[in-house]
């Protein structure tokens, strides 16, 4: 019913379970399913360590200006440099939450546009019935 709420592990062995119950199951069914279920977890680590590289990217850029700046990081720079990777982090995130507040803002413009037109064509559709 909740498919969705199903782990993927779940789902493999109902997928298994329901091969095996077939009067003659075929092994290369249940291969390709644990194929399936290798390659999503394979996805989901791809994408996993393709925020984290993200992330250190943003942490080397705040190092390298830090470094631009200051020279060598010394003990007594420590402060500059935690502050330059913070703000090298918090911008994008700044720069997400500004992209996300824009996609709501289409959205809600689009709607709105929607509801516009079809209210004008209620209305000229009965103006249409009222004369005839």
């Keep these: 019913m909740f498919d969705i709420l199903r782990t993927r592990k779940g789902k493999l062995k109902d997928k298994i379970s329901y091969e095996l119950d077939k009067p003659t199951p075929d ?35 705040g190092l390298k200006q830090c470094i631009n700046a200051h020279g060598p990081i010394t003990k007594e720079l420590i402060g500059s440099a935690s502050k330059r990777i913070l703000g090298s982090l918090l911008l994008n995130k700044e720069e997400e939450l500004l992209l996300l507040k824009k996609k709501i803002l289409l959205r809600v413009i689009f709607f709105s546009l929607w509801v516009i037109v079809t209210l004008i064509f209620i209305t000229f559709y009965e103006s249409i019935i009222v004369s005839t």
Aim: charged letters at 35%.
């Design 27 to 61: 092994i290369e069914v249940i291969l390709t399913y644990v194929d399936d279920y290798e390659k999503a977890n394979l996805d989901t680590i791809t994408k996993l360590k393709k925020g984290k590289t993200v992330e250190l990217n943003r942490i080397n850029g």
